[in-house]
């Protein structure tokens, strides 16, 4: 049993040093010998072996057996810590999966479970049967309806440059279209641009080729490719061990009128028609879509309707189970016709992350009738190219993926993603 091995590094951790105390005793008693020897043979004898060891006790050798018997005991020291802080992370974690708090035990899974990288992680834990049991149950819909303003009452107030990023907070300008809001108001933080003109919200594509792609661009520099003002990551792609190259889309994708994926796999649908209307479904085939007037389309796993309208009838899919803390990206259109780009923070000290319903409550918040969920955890991302000049923004306090337009912090150990697909907006 994996559970059982760090009880078997600790033993054999404890037996190697009490082993090595026993040689550094029988290494002294055979020296205390030598030397009794030694004086027993005449005081003759002796001054030359005291001479013969104050020479050796002060001569390079000594110095190099002095230090590295040192740098032995400080890497033997380094490796116990180690070993002890693994055993207690572990314990740690062991305890909770089989503890008495299942909320706490499902919200650790499902946060692992958004990301790709981690998806292994419950299965050190638990069987794959609890595993599946926790994810299914978090995809248990509590529909409710609602009531969402149709004017502008959903103005949650003037447009801000964060604090933390300048000296102060002043209204600027929005004549290029977006309005971007940073908001902290709950356990995370959140990033939402509102954009004034739906008909310039499309799907960039990383190629044109996608059979025959080899990895997908950088959010930056797809945005370059396309000349766009703004961006947020968009659906689901093949990612082996968090460690995909984001080639190929997952479901069906739509980009400026042409299909460019159509795989047959049934993912949740978010599209554009050509009347510039979000559309989510929990699934869609290409001749739905056609039918639809489908112009931009992403998909993304399942049950990742967030809210719909339908027949003036406003629905919210809340999820009251999948509680899991993550980084997560959203799109949402207002009755105005207005388009939200949503993307929050997660798993750091000032930003825990947001969990499903979070993010529709959110989006309500901005005056959504229709969302939906995109990719998450470190795939998300949002571009904003005047980001920096429009908001005045110190660049000593960005780092090198915000220099590039980057406008959240990305979290993850390594550069950022390459997607295939992403939400942008044409100047």
Known sequence: MIFDLPYAIIIILVKYLLYNKDKMKQRNEKKNTREAVKHSGGRRFAVKSEAGAKEKKYGASYYVGFFARLFYRIILIAVTVLLLAVFAVWYTINTIAHGPSETIRNALVLSAMQASATKWVPGLFLDDETVDKIVNSSQEKIIEEVDVPTDDSTNTGPVYVPED???????????????????????FRAYVMIIHDPSKVFVGVSSNDFPNAVRGQRIYDAAEKYKAIAAINGGEFHDPGGEGLGNQPFGLTYSKGKCVWNDGKKRTFIGIDNNNRLIVEESMTKAEADALGIRDAVSFQTGNVLIKTEDGVTKCYFADGNNGKAQRTAIGQRADGKFIFLVTDGRSASSLGADYNDVINMMLKYGAINAGMLDGGSSAMMYYKNYITKYKVDENDLDEYQKLGLVNKYKAFTRPRYLPTFFMVAP
Do not use: K, L, N, R
Request: glycine share 18%.
């Open 165 to 187: 990023q300048q000296g102060g907070s002043e209204a600027v300008d929005i004549s290029d279209g977006i309005e971007f809001h940073f908001d902290t108001s709950g356990t």
